[in-house]
């Protein structure tokens, strides 16, 4: 069996965020850059199924040289094998495109993704993938179990959850859920040593033709400060309510 | 040239986001110069309802292989139907389902796909539609250049329009094939007459200054009596006091109800990443330090095992007097 891990490089979830060139450009400077977190349940589960079945795990980038040590992180969790395909990753649909070109002459089981990149927050590219690929796509998945080819895969709907099944080849876009926090796995200094020597391939990107493109960036206006109420007092945070916010 | 909106339903019934994706496909059709053509798939609701939001026609799909939802079903019914009408842009909120269909919709189609969607797009030539992203730490403009577009619209974000008038309902054929259900659904699990967290207008949310899972009945109390859904921080879900489906901020569910109480919660830049977007947030906590009152609207320093309660009390007597 072959999995697939999807991994995109976000900045860590205390970044503060920042443009530059007039509100044009992310400004990555003293930005510490992350496998994105929902990247890391997927990988974990895969790291799973990789233990009881003998799978193999090849994690896939699209971007540039400096997302190496991103995706080596990936091979000392216990990924097999990395791919970094050589773009500049700005648009869901040229990655989701990309990464189709690579994974159709591989014949992956299995393709897990996060459900969105915690930066831009498309969630573009998973079912774009599949569709491309044209194997069944499972959002937002908090659960996947497997029987030989047979899945069972759960996914998160609006207020509650659905069980779904299907054979493979299918690509599972995941999230928690799909292993738990205490799951995750922290590279130990064997498994670095070991990343070193697994290899990590670069393939030079083929259609990078876009169909959306940034104009511009713009951060949220500076809230007013808060109005503080005494504990004592809580009838008038009721009152302001009513009366300021109208909300009740 | 039209746009066509899909109304998604729960239990047969139009969704509240639905009300909202439609309001914005009719201004949208508007600034274009064209019409906001609907569809519905396996709805019961009265279609003729969404005239009222500005569609000017509804297409009813109501064929038996698309009874329950399935994402490459209901996408490839929806590319259909936009196929028939001639329809360059495809508006749908950005609800579970409506996450799952967007971009296979995108990818059939060839299409610009801009998610996350809060305003209605600056311009229509080149179109460009404001989003939300960094985890609503930022939000970011984008341009389509595609000849054919697909725009998800973050619910809650944009109001409704009624203009108080009835649709035309016409039914659309379309018969799923076995291509289009490869995943079988075996059971949905919904907790009966809870209101989803990213469509409700009222959140009370609390962390892990509850001390224990025992304590969530003041929570719920004061959620019931808001009409308000229930959230709460990622450790007490990481804990298990409370489901992940709770989890609210950057890597939990991101909500902008017009409410958002927060109890002993911190106030972590993971947490305000998902909820800062909310009209009005109003922080309980014992510590005056507490990052959240920076990003509050209305703050109370106290123990919220005695504020909660008083709250409680409150609202009743505002309820009983209003
Ligand atoms: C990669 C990553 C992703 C993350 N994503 C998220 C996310 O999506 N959502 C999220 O919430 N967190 C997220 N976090 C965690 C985040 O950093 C914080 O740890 C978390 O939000 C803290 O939760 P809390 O406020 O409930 O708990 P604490 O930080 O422990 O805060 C408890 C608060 O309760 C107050 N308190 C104590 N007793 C009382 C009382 N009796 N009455 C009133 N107040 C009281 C305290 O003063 C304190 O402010 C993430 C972290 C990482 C590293
Ligand atoms: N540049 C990229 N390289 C590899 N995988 C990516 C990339 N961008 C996104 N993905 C995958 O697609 C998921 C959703 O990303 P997005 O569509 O950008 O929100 C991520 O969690 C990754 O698994």
Known sequence: MKILVCISHVPDTTSKIKFTNNQTEFDSNGITFVINPYDEFGLTRAMKIKESTGATITVVNVGAASTEPTLRKALAIG???????????????????????????????????????????????????????????????????????????????????????????????????????????IPAMRGIMMARKKPLSVIAAGDTRVSTTVVSFELPETKAACTMIDAGNVEQLVELLHTEAKVI | ??????????????????????????????????????????????????????????????????????????????????????????????????????????????????????????STSPLTVKRKTFSSKAFTNYSSTAAQNVISITPNALGTIENGATAQIESFDYTATSSDNRLSSVSVDRA??????????????????????????????????????????????????????????????????????????????????????SKNIVVINTDPEAPFFKAADYGIVGDAFDVVPKLIEALKIHKANN
């Open chain 1, 79 to 185: 990924a097999d094998e990395a791919v970094r395909i050589d773009a500049d990753p700005k648009d869901g649909s040229t990655v989701a495109r990309l990464i189709a070109d690579y994974a159709k002459e591989q014949n992956f089981d299995l393709i897990v993704t996060g459900r969105e990149s915690i930066d831009y927050n498309g969630g573009i590219v998973p079912g774009m993938l599949a569709t491309y690929l044209d194997i069944p796509f499972v959002n937002a998945c908090i659960g996947f179990e497997l029987e030989g080819t047979n899945a069972k895969a759960v996914r998160e709907i609006d207020g509650g959850k659905e069980t779904l099944e299907g054979t493979l080849p299918m690509l599972i876009a995941g999230q928690k859920g799909l292993v738990e926090e205490k799951e995750l796995r």
């Open chain 2, 1 to 122: 040239m039209a746009v066509l909106v899909y109304t998604e339903s729960w239990n047969g019934s139009f969704k509240k986001a639905s009300f909202e994706a439609v309001s914005y496909a009719a201004q949208l059709a508007n600034k274009i110069g064209t019409e906001a053509i609907a569809l519905t798939i396996a709805s019961s609701d009265d279609a003729a309802q969404l005239g009222n939001y500005g569609a000017t026609k509804v297409l009813n799909i109501t064929n038996e292989s698309l009874a329950t939802f399935n994402n490459q079903a209901y996408a490839n019914a929806i590319v259909a139907a936009a196929e028939a009408n001639g329809a360059d842009t495809i508006i749908i909120s950005n609800t579970n389902n409506g996450k799952a269909i967007a971009p296979i919709i995108a990818a059939k189609r060839n299409a610009g796909l801009i998610t996350n969607a809060i305003e209605l797009p600056s």
């Open chain 2, 192 to 277: 009966s007459g809870k209101i989803s967290l990213t469509e409700a207008d009222f959140v009370v949310s609390a962390g892990r200054g509850l001390k224990g899972p025992e304590n969530w009945g003041m929570v719920e109390e004061l959620a019931g009596l808001l009409g308000a859904a229930t959230a709460c921080s990622k450790p007490v879900s990481d804990i298990g006091w409370r489901p992940h489906s709770e989890h609210v901020g950057q890597t939990g569910i991101a909500i902008n109800p017009e409410l958002y109480i927060a109890i002993g919660i911190s106030g972590a830049i993971q947490h305000l990443a998902g909820v800062n977007a």
